[in-house]
Structure formats: C-alpha cells, structure tokens
C-alpha cells in the first residue's frame, strides 16, 4: 500500500509473479485488502470498461449511495483521478492522480465522497473497478473535469472525447457535494 497526498486514496501494488511463461497474482484478496488498508468493505459490483486515447471518462460519483471503488487498468493506460467532494474535509476539492496501466499493475483505492475520473493515454484502455454499492442512475453526479477551481492538470494536450453528461457536468461551486 502506498499512500498518497489525499490520506483516504490508495495507491496498492500486488504482488506479481512472473516468468518465461507470463505472470501470476491476485488481483483481489479480502484479507489482504482489510490487513494492507485497515477498511472492512464489501465489494457488491464489478464493472469493466474499454475506451480509446483520449477518451475521459468521470469525473462521477453518487450522491446518494456513494460508491468505494478499488480500480486497475488491465489493458493500456489511464491517468486516473479521485477529488474530495467531503465539505467538512480539509482536503475538500483536492485531487490525486495517478497513472495505472498493464504494466505497473497498480490499483487505486477511491473511498465514498470521492468523485472518480480517468483519462486513456494509451491507444486504447480496459478498465475494471470493483464497487461498495450498486449503480443508481437517478442519484449520479458528474463534476466538471476541467473545473479551475479544482485544477486538475490532464496530462492530454487539446480536448478529450467526453459523454453529453461529462461535457454539461457541473463545477464545485455549483455541484451537489457530501457534508
């Protein structure tokens, strides 16, 4: 487990055996998930995703039944992003990002309060993510991903390829957030 700037996000590195023929490990273990971060949570949906270069997806998150969510890229690479929507958090509009690829086998650790983004830097990504709660559509927000406010720097040169719902998302000032 490595720590990051938001003290909630976790940058997690398993351990991966390898030889002439491939690589082995385990990409989810509940043990070791509660021993490495000290959280005790249940996983109740996994989703997975293919996106091209440039593709942004995010920033989202649900208002209501907020989602934990533990992502790896098991294809391509992403610069993956969590930003605290938790008002009464100091770290309230702050953001971590982190580049998670096939290569570095790396998962990160997005707790409820969190809004979620990621940008492909690869000609193409597949993306998979486990989560806290279900998907309820009627309580999913987005957040602006090139909100100033927040400032994220993307590491993209141009505009990404956005949804309808990411391109009229709204910005901090004017989101729904958590107390």
């Known amino acids: 487990m490595i720590p990051t700037a938001l003290p909630e996000v976790l940058i997690l590195e398993p351990k ?3 030889d002439a023929r ?3 490990f385990e990409s989810f273990n509940a043990r070791d998930f ?3 971060t000290g959280l005790d949570v249940s996983f109740v949906q996994d989703n997975h995703s293919k996106s091209g270069k440039g593709v942004l997806r995010g920033l989202h998150y649900q208002i209501e039944h907020p989602q934990g969510k533990l992502v790896r890229v098991t294809q391509g690479a992403v610069f993956d992003v969590a930003v605290d929507l938790r008002r009464s958090s100091p770290n309230f509009g702050k953001w971590e990002g ?3 690829s096939e290569n570095n086998k790396r998962q990160l650790w997005i707790p409820p309060g969190f809004a979620h983004g990621f940008l ?3 000609d193409s990504a597949e993306f998979l993510y486990k989560t806290t709660d ?3 559509p009627e309580h999913e927000r987005s957040l602006l991903w090139n909100d100033p406010a927040v400032g994220i720097e993307w590491p993209i040169q141009g505009e990404p390829l956005l949804a309808a719902k990411d391109s009229a998302a709204a910005t901090l000032e004017l989101t729904e957030v958590f107390a």
């Open 98 to 100: 982190v580049l998670l």
């Open 22 to 24: 491939g690589f082995f």
């Open 16 to 18: 991966v055996f390898g």
């Open 134 to 136: 279900y998907w309820h």
């Open 120 to 122: 492909v830097t690869s």
């Open 34 to 36: 509660a021993q490495c």
